[in-house]
């Protein structure tokens, strides 16, 4: 599967609406954290200011994200890493986009991400590989502590 192409295409529920409906958050939780995203210079992530305004935990949001991505979760230390793998993406990439490869069978490469719909990412992954990109949802301290340790 190129998932390039299966995320143009995909059509996703709101995090707003999965977390609520999972008994997340509140509604009233949801629309005071879009207020305060509309006051902000910086646009950020619903679910990352449902985290800042601790309504909800990483973990929970990661787990919204993946029933909203399909993406499942998979955690760089619950894998034998194929340290090979470094060579095709140096730490400062893995850094900078906070991602972590854990295996290559044949042309599809599998990837531990934080954010699924990061387009820009997998595109600079797959030019950059010359892989199809398969991926897999952490969270971010987990790859970071894993980038940490295994690079």
Known sequence: MDWLKALSGKKKQLIGQIVRRKGYVTEEQIREALKYQQELSEKLPLGEILILKG???????LGAISAQSGVPYLSPFDYDVDKRLFLL???????RYVIFPLDKKADLLWLVVSDPYD???????RDLTGCK???FLA??????KAIEEFY
């Open 89 to 95: 993406i140096p730490k400062s990439v893995a850094e």
């Open 133 to 135: 990109i398969m991926p």
């Open 139 to 144: 969270t971010k301290d987990e790859i970071r």
């Open 119 to 125: 387009r820009e990412m997998f595109l600079h992954i």
């Open 55 to 61: 309504f909800i935990d990483e973990d929970k949001l």
